[in-house]
């Protein structure tokens, strides 16, 4: 009968199209920062906001993600990717942090979560300290509908940096540290050790 009323109440009730955002690069570039950056203005929106990181980074704070700046924001610790969607129904913004750490079942689960309409915001190391490219990341800035590429100052030569140096000399691929361990260097002053 009354079509005006009908229209309105399909119109409030079209599902929202969520989609999947990743900030790449290496390490001291910036990803957490942006990272921050986002969630604290989607909370300015008024949005809901959940973040959570791998429990394997408990460096700075096993309540927040924190930056090398010393920037933070409150996130959930989680031992695998596969307990975030529970966690996820009432929220509208995901960001997700140190995603290299997840391993590959981290991409459905961001495919599913932007599927049902959220903003997923990963952050990860997209290479590492030999510059082979860390899983997941290339997986998910293939699906990914917005990627951000951060870089960060080469220690040696100021130069924008897009690789992480291992200065200790422990070689295996997963070694969680800071700048006891690691060192932002451009393409030039990296180098790989076999
Ligand atoms: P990421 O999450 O990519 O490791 P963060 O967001 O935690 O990076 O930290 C970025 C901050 O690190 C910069 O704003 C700067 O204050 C600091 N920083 C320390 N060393 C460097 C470097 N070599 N290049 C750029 N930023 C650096
Ligand atoms: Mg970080």
New binding site residues.
Partial sequence: MNNGMNENLQIRTYKKSGHIEVIA??????????LIRRIRRAQIAKQRVKVFKPKIDDRYSETSIV???E?SFPSEMVESASEIPDKCFDYEVIGIDEAQFFGKELVDICQMLADSGKRVIV?GLDQDYKAKPFEPMPQLLAIAEYITK?L????VCGAP?NRTQRVSAENERVLVGGKDHY??RCRLHHTIVE
């Fill in positions: 690069g290496s390490m001291f570039s910036g990803k957490t920062e942006e930056s090398h700046s920037q952050a951060t960060a100052v080469c220690v940096a060192e932002a």
